[in-house]
């Protein structure tokens, strides 16, 4: 069953057929929002918005243990990450879609592993590549079948939140190869390897990360939600393409 996460700007699937609200609870405490069930094309599908439907929960505040937890619990056997970025790199500008292949965690304070000693067991995940390349792969062949263009690569800088980045941190960003800017990346994805979910981000470039274009054009929230509304309908045509196509077993 492929789950789907809801960044900002998409907080629920209307395309989702017979949709179920799924109440699940964790060990680690309530996730962000309900759950829901349903079928997409040919797929069942289970949906969570991460900052909850009416966006009221900040990306440090996100119970990234729950959220993961509850989709594995509630069958998922794969996650689409969805997530709105800034752009650092001059090909990632505003309304682009990149899937990308690395990230760099810049974040500090969150519960960012299920092995945290409580049950005597220390264990390490291999992250060498933190997305899963089948589902990257497929992605990019949806992409490809609808002719929607897809920035495939890239990596993913995550930042705490929810306060914008300064130029400066921008500019160390680059410095260090990040071609996008985000807040809810990780521990998002670690969590999802540490349950043997494949996972995939599929990011939405919602501005211009800050110093690279005029001041107004960077903080603009208003700019930023346009911009997401928009995308998103582009969003939606790629994950209604990948729930189309047939999906081979994994071993």
């Known amino acids: 069953m492929l789950a789907i996460i ?23 405490g309530a996730p962000s929002d309900t759950l829901s069930r349903g079928v997409w094309g040919t797929r069942e599908v ?23 937890w509850a989709l594995r619990e509630a069958g998922a056997s794969e996650i689409v990450a969805v997530a709105a970025v800034g752009g650092i790199a001059p090909d990632c500008s505003p309304g ?7 990230l760099i965690d810049y974040t500090s304070g969150r519960e960012a592993t299920f092995f945290d000693g409580a049950e005597n067991k220390v264990a390490h995940v291999d ?19 609808i002719g929607l ?10 930042t705490n939140g929810p306060r914008l980045e300064t130029a400066a941190e921008i500019n160390r960003m680059g410095r260090d190869g990040c071609t996008l800017v985000g807040m809810t990346g990780m521990p998002e994805a670690v969590l999802a390897r540490e349950l043997g ?3 995939a981000c599929l990011a939405v470039v919602a501005n211009a990360a800050a ?19 928009r995308s998103m309908n582009d969003v939606r ?11 081979a077993p994994r071993d």
């Open 211 to 229: 110093g690279l274009a005029s001041s107004s054009e960077s903080v603009s929230m208003d700019a930023i939600m346009t911009t997401l509304t």
């Open 237 to 247: 045509r790629l994950l209604a393409e990948l729930c189309e196509a047939a999906t």
């Open 96 to 102: 682009v879609l990149v899937v990308p292949d690395q």
């Open 197 to 199: 979910l494949p996972y």
């Open 127 to 145: 992250f060498t590549e933190p997305y899963d390349a089948e589902l990257r792969a497929a992605l990019a062949s949806s992409a490809r079948r």
């Open 149 to 158: 263009p897809l920035i495939m690569g890239g990596v993913y800088g995550c």
């Open 46 to 68: 289970l949906f969570i918005a991460r900052h909850a439907q009416d966006h009221r929960v900040p990306p440090h505040r996100i119970n990234y243990r729950a959220n993961i």
């Open 6 to 28: 809801g960044g900002s700007g998409l907080y629920k699937l209307d395309e989702v057929r017979q949709p179920v609200r799924l109440a699940v609870e964790t060990p680690w």
